[in-house]
């Protein structure tokens, strides 16, 4: 995406990450090797579980605001996922690295075992299904899931076990997971579509 619009405009593209509540959080550099902190603000990567700071591995971002005088913003939890990093950066500038911002938390499945799995992963089974029109999966506890389906037309044989097989590959054997044929899934009150939906902490 960065190389078509760079083509097109004819000028470098520049990642930032910010968010309504506080603003810009981070921007890159020209190394592009991560997202430089803005030092009005003090950013945490912490494990979901334990609230242990991580380096150089996943956990939730808590951002600590204090410029905003009616209201402190104070390790609050942004609802997103990253890897903040202490390596230095090629290009000198010495604040923080964010190394990446991987997506809302609520993007991510946890699998019964207690791993992290992008909820990318499963809008990727689903290509190529041609008569299936929408999904949602959705996780009710560590080990329940709930696959939401609008097929144009019936199931073909054995596309349900085939779609089974594929979510057990890397949930594990010992997820419960439940397919169900649905006429409609509404959207958000936004008017979104959500394709994966986490409903544990």
């Avoid at 190389?3 to 959080?25: A, D, H, Q, T």
């Avoid at 996922?81 to 290009?91: K, N």
């Amino acid at each position: 995406m960065r190389l078509k619009i760079e083509e097109c405009f004819g000028v470098p593209v520049y990642n930032r990450y910010g968010s309504r509540e506080v603003g810009n959080i981070a921007s890159e550099c020209s190394c592009h090797r991560g997202l430089h902190l803005q030092l009005d603000k003090h950013i945490e990567v912490v494990d979901s579980e334990s609230g242990s700071p991580l380096v150089d591995k996943p956990g939730k971002i808590l951002v600590t605001l204090f410029s905003n005088l009616a209201m402190p913003l104070i390790r609050y939890d942004i609802g997103d996922i990253g890897i903040l990093t202490d390596a230095p950066c090629e290009c000198g500038i010495n604040s923080p690295l964010l190394k990446q911002v991987l997506g809302r938390s609520s993007d991510f499945i946890t699998s019964p075992s207690g791993r992290l799995i992008h909820g990318e992963y499963f809008t990727h089974i689903f290509y190529g299904h041609r008569n299936i029109r929408q999904f949602l999966f959705v996780q009710e506890t560590r080990s329940r899931f709930n696959v939401k389906i609008v097929s144009m037309d019936h199931m073909e044989p054995g596309q349900k076990d085939n779609l089974l097989h594929e979510i057990k590959a890397v949930l594990g054997d010992e997820a419960d997971v439940r397919i169900e044929l649905v006429d409609r899934i509404p959207p958000l009150p936004s008017g979104k579509f959500r394709f994966t939906v986490s409903q544990i902490s």
